[in-house]
């Protein structure tokens, strides 16, 4: 239900960036977009603004968030870094990667927003809005995707509306976002671990490491008592409507969410089709990939039949978050 609040919708200028400065500091709920995907800020060293983000979101409590900062300073001050993350922080931040870090005993971060865990995830966005409204404020910002838990990541400010408007205070309309899928989490402990692909590549982040990422414990986030990620439980990224994946072709009724030049026997009868990329290119795809999945879920098809995706690159993010939609449903 649509109810309480009036949520100012502002699209970016001077006036707009003071306000939600302003009303993080007043412990305001404020979405903003970031370059992965749109997110829902909070002061993160506020624990009602907090208990409200959570609220809004419909979010369980156990999950924790990623405290965003303007810079790698900023960082330094709330999270304990190692010589590896310091290494990955310096390659890639500004940029989608989030580091889970060892939370020191004098952390800003409220234990509300790290869900009472003894680490605290850490991330510099590189948008350029995102960036403005950090320094701004002048202090860590929570934020997850701006929708509601379980449902799809916005990647427009209309899709944050959609969810969330008479819940929150403000959006800040900075039109699409570039990447499309959120930030990949490494764990930054003994060994470099990998807890969600994402904007960076795999490759990208082992070259800068010079070793391969562990990989968390295969059923880690079916154990939702203490998940290492535990905001990849799998129903997190649900549509309404089933998700068929791999699809050689398309079943009447059906929905195709393709990928590439070549359609599959059955498109022609499609209830609908959107292609993430015709040419076939993963970062166009990552881009187009939660906006698709939400116009074909309008549709209320039978199913969406989602074509392969190469597992390279981007494309690990891309499955991940598609086995997800899948399973969310079954
Ligand atoms: O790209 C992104 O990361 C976006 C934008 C808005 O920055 N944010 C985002 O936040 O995806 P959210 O809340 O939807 O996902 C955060 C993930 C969850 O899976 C959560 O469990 C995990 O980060 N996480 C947060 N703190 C953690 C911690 N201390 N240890 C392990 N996982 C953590
Ligand atoms: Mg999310």
């Not at 009036?6 to 960036?17: H, Y």
């Not at 990989?215 to 129903?235: C, E, F, K």
């Not at 494309?315 to 449903?329: K, Q, S």
């Given at each position: 239900m649509k109810?309480?609040?009036?949520?100012?919708?502002?699209?970016?200028d001077?006036?707009?960036l003071?306000?939600?400065?302003?009303?993080?500091?007043?412990?305001?709920?404020?979405?903003?977009?970031?370059?992965?995907?749109?997110?829902?800020?909070?002061?993160?060293?506020?624990?009602?603004?907090?208990?409200?983000?959570?609220?809004?979101?419909?979010?369980?409590a156990?999950?924790?968030?990623i405290?965003?900062?303007?810079?790698?300073?900023?960082?330094?001050?709330?999270?304990?870094?190692d010589?590896?993350?310091l290494?990955?922080?310096?390659a890639?931040?500004?940029?989608?990667?989030?580091?889970?870090?060892?939370?020191?005993?004098?952390?800003?971060?409220?234990?509300?927003?790290?869900?009472?865990?003894?680490?605290?995830?850490?991330?510099?966005?590189?948008?350029?809005?995102?960036r403005?409204?950090?320094?701004?404020?002048?202090?860590?910002?929570?934020?997850?995707?701006?929708?509601?838990?379980?449902?799809v990541?916005?990647?427009?400010?209309?899709?944050?509306?959609?969810?969330?408007e008479?819940?929150i205070?403000?959006?800040?309309?900075?039109?699409?976002?570039?990447?499309?899928?959120?930030?990949?989490?490494?764990?930054c402990?003994?060994?470099?671990?990998?807890?969600r692909?994402?904007?960076?590549?795999?490759?990208?982040?082992?070259?800068?490491?010079?070793?391969?990422?562990?990989?968390?414990?295969?059923?880690?986030?079916?154990?939702?008592?203490?998940?290492?990620?535990?905001?990849?439980?799998?129903?997190?990224?649900?549509?309404?409507?089933?998700?068929?994946?791999?699809?050689?072709?398309?079943e009447?009724?059906?929905?195709?969410?393709?990928?590439?030049?070549k359609?599959p026997?059955?498109?022609?009868?499609?209830?609908a089709?959107m292609?993430?990329?015709a040419?076939?290119?993963?970062?166009?795809a990552?881009?187009?990939?939660?906006?698709?999945?939400?116009?074909?879920?309008?549709?209320?098809?039978r199913a969406i039949?989602?074509?392969?995706?190469?597992?390279?690159?981007?494309?690990?993010?891309?499955?991940d978050?598609?086995?997800?939609?899948?399973?969310?449903?079954?």
């Amino acid at each position: 239900m649509k109810v309480g609040l009036k949520t100012q919708i502002l699209p970016v200028d001077e006036a707009a960036l003071a306000a939600a400065a302003r009303m993080l500091a007043e412990g305001g709920l404020v979405a903003f977009p970031t370059e992965t995907v749109y997110g829902l800020g909070a002061d993160a060293t506020n624990p009602a603004a907090i208990a409200r983000l959570y609220q809004a979101k419909g979010r369980p409590a156990f999950n924790p968030l990623i405290a965003h900062v303007y810079d790698l300073e900023a960082g330094l001050r709330i999270g304990r870094f190692d010589a590896p993350a310091l290494a990955l922080a310096e390659a890639f931040w500004p940029g989608p990667l989030t580091l889970v870090l060892p939370k020191p005993g004098d952390c800003a971060v409220a234990d509300l927003a790290t869900a009472g865990l003894d680490t605290v995830a850490i991330r510099v966005p590189a948008h350029k809005v995102a960036r403005q409204i950090l320094r701004a404020f002048g202090g860590p910002v929570v934020a997850p995707s701006a929708n509601l838990s379980g449902h799809v990541s916005p990647t427009t400010a209309a899709h944050v509306q959609s969810d969330l408007e008479g819940l929150i205070d403000l959006i800040i309309e900075g039109g699409p976002v570039e990447v499309g899928v959120e930030s990949t989490i490494v764990g930054c402990f003994e060994e470099a671990m990998l807890l969600r692909p994402g904007g960076v590549p795999r490759d990208e982040i082992e070259r800068v490491l010079g070793y391969k990422l562990k990989q968390p414990a295969l059923d880690a986030d079916h154990d939702t008592s203490q998940p290492l990620a535990p905001g990849m439980l799998a129903s997190h990224y649900a549509p309404r409507s089933r998700v068929r994946l791999r699809a050689e072709t398309v079943e009447a009724g059906e929905a195709l969410l393709a990928f590439g030049p070549k359609m599959p026997p059955g498109s022609d009868g499609a209830a609908a089709v959107m292609n993430l990329s015709a040419r076939g290119d993963l970062t166009e795809a990552a881009a187009n990939l939660f906006g698709y999945l939400r116009a074909l879920d309008a549709k209320a098809a039978r199913a969406i039949a989602v074509m392969p995706i190469p597992q390279e690159g981007l494309g690990e993010a891309i499955n991940d978050r598609l086995r997800r939609a899948a399973m969310g449903r079954e």
